[in-house]
C-alpha cells in the first residue's frame, strides 16, 4: 500500500457497504485472511473493495478500491488475484438506472421556417445509492449538449427516495432554419443533429452543501433518425464517462472470488434428474450411482458435492447413500489406522452434511469457551523457541490446560445436543468399521472420531470465523492459541492415538504437555462420548433445549404505534434471535429492553420502502405490536428474514397474509384500509417445512448439479469409453490416465447410468435453450 497506517477493507454491492474486515495495526503489506460468503439479494452492477486507513480522531481515509463489474465476475471466479488499487473518486460512485423518452418534432416557426424540437421525457429512476445510509433527494438535469451550445433544464426534488418518478417533458429547440426551401440548412440540420446529445446528470440536493453527484447518461440525437420515438432504460454511468487520470501506484489487493451465478428453471424440468439423483443409494453397486459418477468426475472440485448433499439431505436418502459409498471405501482400505484418513467422496460428504447439520451444535457447545478465549486474550505460547520476554512458560502451560480442558470437557459433555441425523451416519460408520476389522477393538472408535474430532471440532476451533462462530479472523496471538488447542483436541479425540504412545508429536513441547492429561482419564471420557454418539445407548438429556444464537447484530428499530413520523422513532438497537426467543438490547451484552417468544411470531416479512423512506427493512408480526427493523445492508436484511422465518415456520398461528406499509393517519398505506385490525392484502411468503429445518431450495441444487455435470462434459465422455472398453475386452483395463481416474466396478450398469445422465442432460439444456432465446428489446427494463 502507498500508506504505513492501520486499515481495513469493506466490500460493497454497487455503493453499498455489505461487509468490513477487522482493522489491521500499520503495515504497507496487511495481511486481512477473511472469507465472506453471502447471497446476493438484489441485482448490481459492481462487486467493489474499497482499502481505508484509519487516521487521527478515529477517522476514515480512502486509500483505493478494486472495482469489479457484474459481467467480469466470471473471469476470475475460483482463483487468486492481484488487482491495482484506483483512486476513489465521487463522481464515479454510482449505481442505478434511468427511463427516457425522446422523439423529434418538426415544427413550423412564426415567421414560416421549418425547425425540429427535441421533447425529452425523463420518466423514473431505479436503485439510486443511500447517502449516509439514508434515502436521497434526488433531482434531474437534463441538457442539449453540442459543438457550441449546452441548453439545461432541471426536474423538481423529490424527497427521501431511491426510485423516484419524475414524469417531467423538457423541449429544446435543436434547429433554427431560415427557409426549408433550402438545401444548405437541410445539411446543417443533419450536421447539427450528428453531433448533438442529450445528457441527464442524477444529483442528491443538499440543501446548504454542495449537491452530490449521483451518475449521469448520454444518449446521442442522431438515435431519433430511425425511429420516431426513443423509450429506454439507461445505467446511470460515471462522470465523463469513468475517464481516469493519472495517478500515483496506490498498491495492489489481493483477492480470491467465488461467483455461481445459475439459471433455475421450473420445477417440472428437474424431476428427471432429480429423480436419478435420488435412487442412487438404492443403485448396485454404488459405483454405477448418478451420485457417484458426480462426485468421481468432479473430485478435483470440493464444492461440487456440496448440492448433491443437500439434495440428498433434503429427501432423507443421505444415510443409506453415505453408508454405501464408506462400505466401498473401506472394502479399499487395508490398515484399519488409515481408516477415513484422505480426501474421498465418502469424507467429503460426512464434512459437508456436519457443516450444515452441526452448524448449531456447534454453537451450543463451542461458541461460549471460544468467545472466552477469544475475549480474555491470556496468553498460551509454550513453544520456547517463540517465546516472547517475560513470558512464563508454567503459566502459559496453565492458561493453555485451562482452555483444552473447557474446551474438551464440553466436548464430551454435548452428546445430548448432537443432531440426530449425525448420530445415524456416525452409528453406521462404526458398524461397517466393525464388519471391515472385527480383530481391531479401536476401529469402532477411530472410525467416529476421525470426524467428529479431526474433522469437525477441532477444524472449529482452529477456524471459529468459518464455522460462524466468530464475525471475523481472530488476530495471530489468539489464532496460535487456538491451533494449540486443537493439535490437543486432535489428540485427545483420536482413538487411535491414545492407545499408542505419545511418541506421535514431533514437538517436544507438546510431548510434555500433553503427558499432564494422562490421569485424567481421558480415554474414557472420550470412548463414553462416542458411545453416545455412535450405538444405541440412550443419550442423557435434561429435556430442555440449549438456547442457540442464531443472529444477532445492530439495527434500526421502531415500533408501531407511536404519535408522529420522524427520525426520533429510529432508534439503534442490538438485535438477537435465538432457538427460543427474539429480543432487542441497548447495546450487545445489556439487558433486553423487549422479549419476544418466537412461538408467538406470526409473519415475517418485507416492509415497503414508502412506509418510513428507508431501504432494507423488515417487519416482525407477533401478538402485540408489529416491530419494525431496518437493517445495515441489504444482505443483513436478507439474512434476518431467513432466520427469523427458519425459526418460526412451525408456528401454528402463522398469518396467511400481511399488510406490506404501516398504519398510519387512520389507514394501511397499502390498501387504504382504515381498520386497524383488518386482515393483511398480501399473502404471506409461502413456508415449506424442509427435513432438519434445513432451508434447502431443491431446483437450484439440481441446476447446480446440471452445471457441474455440463462442465464435465468430457469427462463423462471419458468414462462412457472406459466402460465400453472394460465391457467390450472383459480383461483388465488398460491404464489410461484419463481411465484410472474413474471406479468402475460394473461397466455395463456404469454405462447405462452414464446414458441416463446423458439423456437427461440433453433435455434439460433443450429446456435452458428454449428459455434463453432472448426477446428482451434494447433499452427494456
Known amino acids: 500500500l502507498?500508506?504505513?497506517?492501520?486499515?481495513?477493507?469493506?466490500?460493497?454491492l454497487d455503493q453499498e457497504e455489505v461487509f468490513r474486515t477487522k482493522v489491521f495495526d500499520k503495515s504497507v503489506s496487511p495481511f486481512y485472511g477473511e472469507d465472506f460468503y453471502f447471497e446476493i439479494p438484489r441485482p448490481f452492477q459492481c462487486l467493489s473493495f474499497y482499502v481505508y486507513a484509519k487516521i487521527v480522531f478515529q477517522r476514515e481515509l480512502s486509500v483505493g478500491k478494486v472495482s469489479i463489474r457484474k459481467d467480469d465476475l466470471c473471469k476470475y471466479s475460483g482463483k487468486e488475484h492481484w488487482f491495482s488499487l484506483h483512486p476513489v473518486d465521487p463522481n464515479s460512485e454510482v449505481q442505478g438506472k434511468v427511463h427516457l423518452e425522446m422523439r423529434l418534432n418538426e415544427v413550423i416557426t412564426e415567421n414560416g421556417s421549418v425547425g425540429q424540437h427535441l421533447v425529452v421525457r425523463i420518466i423514473e429512476c431505479q436503485g439510486l445509492p443511500l447517502i449516509s445510509g439514508q434515502n436521497c433527494d434526488p433531482y434531474a438535469t437534463v441538457s442539449l449538449v453540442g459543438p457550441a451550445r449546452s441548453d439545461q433544464k432541471k426536474t423538481k426534488v423529490k424527497k427521501k427516495t431511491s426510485n423516484p418518478h419524475f414524469e417531467e417533458t423538457f423541449f429544446f429547440e435543436v434547429t433554427r432554419s431560415s427557409s426549408?426551401?433550402?438545401?444548405?440548412?437541410?445539411?446543417?440540420?443533419e450536421e447539427d443533429i450528428e453531433k448533438l446529445e442529450i445528457k441527464v446528470d442524477l444529483w442528491n440536493n443538499e440543501n446548504l452543501a454542495q449537491d452530490v453527484f449521483l451518475g449521469e447518461t448520454r444518449v446521442p440525437v442522431k438515435i431519433l433518425r430511425n425511429d420516431h420515438i426513443h423509450k429506454a432504460w439507461y445505467l446511470l454511468q460515471p462522470k465523463g464517462n469513468g475517464s481516469k487520470s493519472k495517478s500515483d501506484d496506490l498498491g495492489s489487493l489481493r483477492l480470491k472470488l467465488t461467483y455461481i451465478e445459475d439459471t433455475v428453471l421450473p420445477s417440472a424440468c428437474y424431476t428427471p434428474l432429480c429423480n436419478l439423483l435420488l435412487k442412487s443409494p438404492d443403485v448396485?453397486?454404488?459405483?454405477?450411482?448418478?451420485a457417484h459418477i458426480l462426485g468421481d468426475i468432479c473430485r478435483e472440485r470440493y464444492e461440487a458435492v456440496l448440492p448433491m448433499v443437500r439434495l440428498l439431505l433434503h429427501h432423507n436418502r443421505f444415510v443409506p447413500f453415505v453408508s454405501a459409498v464408506a462400505a466401498l471405501e473401506l472394502d479399499n482400505t487395508q490398515e484399519a489406522n488409515t481408516i477415513f484418513r484422505g480426501n474421498s467422496l465418502a469424507t467429503r460428504c460426512i464434512d459437508d452434511m456436519m457443516k450444515i447439520v452441526g452448524k448449531n451444535y456447534l454453537a451450543v457447545t463451542l461458541k461460549p469457551?471460544?468467545?472466552e478465549i477469544c475475549e480474555s486474550n491470556k496468553t498460551c505460547e509454550i513453544d520456547p523457541i517463540k517465546l516472547k520476554e517475560g513470558d512464563n512458560v508454567e503459566v502459559n502451560k496453565e492458561n493453555l490446560q485451562g482452555y483444552v480442558q473447557k474446551v474438551f470437557s464440553s466436548i464430551t459433555q454435548s452428546s445430548s445436543s448432537c443432531p440426530p441425523l449425525m448420530c445415524d451416519v456416525f452409528r453406521s460408520l462404526r458398524h461397517l468399521a466393525c464388519k471391515r476389522f472385527p480383530a481391531d477393538p479401536h476401529v469402532q472408535y477411530s472410525a467416529v472420531s476421525s470426524f467428529v474430532f479431526l474433522r469437525f471440532f477441532a477444524v472449529a476451533v482452529?477456524?471459529?470465523?468459518?464455522?460462524?462462530?466468530?464475525?471475523h479472523h481472530p488476530d495471530p496471538e489468539i489464532s496460535?492459541?487456538?491451533?494449540?488447542?486443537?493439535?490437543?483436541?486432535?489428540?485427545?479425540?483420536?482413538w487411535g492415538s491414545l492407545s499408542k504412545k505419545l511418541s506421535s508429536f514431533k514437538e517436544t513441547y507438546m510431548y510434555d504437555f500433553f503427558k499432564s492429561f494422562q490421569e485424567e482419564k481421558c480415554i474414557e471420557k472420550v470412548k463414553k462420548f462416542l458411545d453416545e454418539i455412535s450405538s444405541n445407548v440412550s443419550k442423557e438429556s435434561s429435556g430442555l433445549e440449549d438456547a442457540v444464537v442464531l443472529k444477532e447484530g445492530e439495527v434500526q428499530k421502531r415500533g408501531q404505534g407511536r404519535k408522529r413520523l420522524g427520525k426520533k422513532n429510529f432508534k439503534k438497537r442490538w438485535l438477537r434471535v435465538t432457538n427460543r426467543e427474539l429480543s432487542y438490547h441497548k447495546h450487545k451484552g445489556k439487558e433486553a429492553l423487549c422479549i419476544i417468544n418466537v412461538k408467538n411470531i406470526q409473519a415475517v416479512e418485507k416492509l415497503d420502502e414508502s412506509a418510513f423512506n428507508r431501504k432494507n427493512m423488515f417487519q416482525v408480526v407477533h401478538s402485540e405490536k408489529p416491530l419494525y427493523v431496518q437493517a445495515g445492508n441489504c444482505v443483513e436484511a436478507s439474512e434476518w428474514l431467513e432466520v427469523l422465518g427458519q425459526v418460526s415456520r412451525c408456528n401454528e398461528g402463522r398469518l396467511a397474509t400481511f399488510h406490506p406499509s404501516n398504519y398510519t393517519s387512520g389507514a394501511w398505506q397499502c390498501c387504504r384500509s382504515q381498520s386497524n385490525n383488518a386482515p393483511g392484502c398480501k399473502p404471506c411468503t409461502s413456508v415449506v417445512v424442509a427435513n432438519l429445518q434445513l432451508d434447502i431450495d431443491c431446483d437450484r441444487e439440481t441446476e447446480r448439479i446440471f452445471s457441474l455435470l455440463s462442465s464435465n462434459d468430457t469427462k463423462l465422455q471419458n468414462m462412457e469409453d472406459a466402460c465400453a472398453s472394460m465391457a467390450v475386452y472383459q480383461g483388465p483395463q488398460r491404464e489410461q490416465e484419463d481411465y484410472s481416474k474413474f471406479t468402475i466396478q460394473e461397466p455395463k450398469e456404469t454405462f447405462q447410468t452414464l446414458k441416463q445422465l446423458r439423456n437427461v442432460m440433453e433435455e434439460l439444456q433443450r429446456q435452458h435453450n428454449i428459455r434463453s432465446d432472448n426477446t428482451a428489446q434494447y433499452g427494456s427494463l
Open 180 to 189: 426549408y426551401s433550402k438545401k444548405s440548412n437541410f445539411q446543417v440540420e
Open 462 to 471: 482452529l477456524s471459529p470465523h468459518s464455522f460462524q462462530l466468530r464475525s
Open 2 to 12: 502507498s500508506v504505513d497506517l492501520c486499515t481495513f477493507c469493506t466490500i460493497s
Open 369 to 371: 469457551v471460544i468467545d
Open 284 to 290: 448396485k453397486p454404488i459405483s454405477a450411482s448418478a
Open 480 to 494: 496460535r492459541t487456538l491451533t494449540l488447542i486443537s493439535k490437543t483436541i486432535q489428540t485427545l479425540g483420536s
